[in-house]
C-alpha cells in the first residue's frame, strides 16, 4: 500500500534573521478537525506576525491567540463539531528570546551542555505536580497527562486560552531551541531528548536523529519537531 502525501514525513530547513517567529500547532478532534484547528492557528499567526516581531511582543501574542481561539470557536459553533490546537512558539530577537505555549506541546532550551525544558503542559497530570500531588516523573506516564487544561479552541465558559509566557532568555553563541508536539515527549524520555540536542551536530542531523528515534520507539503519533540554532557574531 502506498503512503499518501499527508503521511510522509516532510522536513524543512533555512536561515531566518532575527526578529523572527517559529512555531508548532498540534490539532485535535480527529484527523480532518485536528488538521483544521491546527491550520487556522498557523494562518492566524501568519496574519498577526507583523505586530508579534514589533516590541510589544506579549501584546501581540495575546492578540493572536484571541483571535485564533474566537476564529475556531466560530467554526464549531457553525459546523457543530470540537476541534482545538496546542501552540508553543519562539519568537527570537537579536539578544534574546521567549517561549509562549498553551497545552502539552513543548519548548526546550540548550544551554552549554544542558537541555533545559522551558515550557509546562497544559494538562491535569501537571496540576498535581504544582499541588503536589504526584512527581514531574510520575507526571510523565500519569492517566491524565493527556487531559488538557488550555488549548486554542475553547469558548468563554470553558476555560483561558491566555498563552503562558516563558522568558526572555538571554543567548550566547551555539545555543539551540527545540519545539515539539507530545509525538516526541510521549516517545523519548527527557534523557533521551536531551542526548541527541545536546550533541555536536548540524541542526537537519538533530531534527532526522529525534524523528527517528521517536519513531524508533513506537512513533504513536505525529511526530513535528522544530530545532532552532542561534548564530550570533561577537
Known amino acids: 500500500m502506498s503512503v499518501s502525501e499527508r503521511e510522509r514525513p516532510f522536513f524543512l530547513s533555512g536561515v531566518a534573521e532575527a526578529p523572527c ?6 490539532g485535535m478532534g480527529g484527523e480532518d ?11 492566524t499567526l501568519a496574519e498577526h506576525s507583523r505586530d508579534i516581531l514589533a516590541k510589544e511582543t506579549d501584546r501581540a501574542v495575546y492578540d493572536f491567540v484571541t483571535d485564533a481561539n474566537r476564529k475556531l470557536c466560530a467554526i464549531m459553533t457553525k459546523q457543530s463539531l470540537r476541534m482545538g490546537t496546542t501552540l508553543v512558539m519562539a519568537r527570537i530577537d537579536d539578544e534574546a528570546f521567549k517561549l509562549y505555549n498553551l497545552g502539552d506541546s513543548r ?3 540548550v544551554e552549554g551542555n544542558r537541555l533545559v525544558r522551558s515550557t509546562d503542559d497544559h494538562t491535569l497530570a501537571e496540576d498535581k505536580v504544582r499541588m503536589g500531588l504526584i512527581t514531574p516523573a510520575k507526571a510523565e506516564k500519569d492517566r491524565d497527562r493527556h487531559v488538557l487544561t488550555r488549548y486554542l479552541g ?5 476555560m483561558t486560552a491566555a498563552p503562558d509566557v516563558n522568558g526572555p532568555y538571554y543567548f550566547d553563541k551555539n545555543r539551540k531551541i527545540l519545539l ?5 515527549t510521549e516517545m523519548l524520555d527527557y534523557s533521551e531528548i536531551a542526548a541527541i540536542m545536546t550533541k555536536p551536530c548540524e541542526v537537519s542531523e538533530t531534527v532526522n536523529s529525534l524523528v527517528e528515534a521517536a519513531l524508533a520507539h513506537g512513533g504513536r503519533d505525529n511526530v513535528t519537531c522544530v530545532v532552532i540554532e542561534i548564530l550570533k557574531g561577537d
Open 33 to 43: 478537525c485536528g488538521e483544521v484547528a491546527s491550520l487556522t492557528a498557523v494562518e
Open 107 to 109: 519548548g526546550y532550551r
Open 180 to 184: 515539539c508536539s507530545d509525538g516526541l
Open 154 to 158: 475553547v469558548f468563554d465558559d470553558e
Open 21 to 26: 517567529v517559529f512555531a508548532v500547532c498540534d
